[in-house]
């Protein structure tokens, strides 16, 4: 599971943003590469602004979970826990027609295909879906070559 480790500051997104471009690009096509980014980048400022209220320098840990039949990103943190209500689906699809606190996540939401959130050990974790059929299988490393095969 490839992972990553950024700072609650707003500097760190873009680093993030390219990182989750990059980590998977190999699992998921084009668009979903997209929607993958734009949900990552809001759950993160979510965070930032959220969890964390703005403060800097605390952790965010960031891993992409490759399965068979889907991709999930994962992100943890700290901070204060989201409340139940926050996760519930507003219904709708016009970002326009959600509060001005509630449209990342309905952004989010868009982009997904699936979203879960549990709290545990005193952190957060959020876990982005992606489910796809025409993913291709998990790389696995063949021990004769040291290679990757599909």
């Known amino acids: ?3 990553t480790e ?16 990059e980590a998977a690009r190999i699992y998921l096509d084009g668009q979903s590469v997209i929607d993958l980014q734009i949900a990552a980048t809001e759950a993160v400022n979510n965070i930032i ?3 964390y209220r703005g403060r800097p320098g605390l952790p965010i840990s960031v891993s992409l979970d490759i399965g068979d039949d889907r991709v ?17 689906d507003p219904g709708g699809t016009d970002i326009r027609d959600a509060v001005e606190s509630g449209r990342g996540l309905r952004l989010i939401r868009q982009c997904v295909d699936d979203l879960s959130y549990r709290r545990r050990g005193g952190w957060n974790e959020l876990t982005l879906h992606f489910f796809r ?18």
């Open 49 to 51: 602004l959220h969890a």
């Open 72 to 88: 999930a990103l994962v992100l943890r943190d700290r901070g204060e826990a989201m409340p139940p209500s926050a996760l519930e």
């Open 1 to 3: 599971m490839p992972g």
């Open 6 to 21: 950024i700072t609650s500051d707003i500097a760190a997104v873009g680093t993030l943003t390219d990182w989750v471009a």
């Open 133 to 150: 059929s025409n993913l291709p299988r998990r790389p696995s490393i063949s021990p004769s070559d040291g290679g990757t095969t599909r």
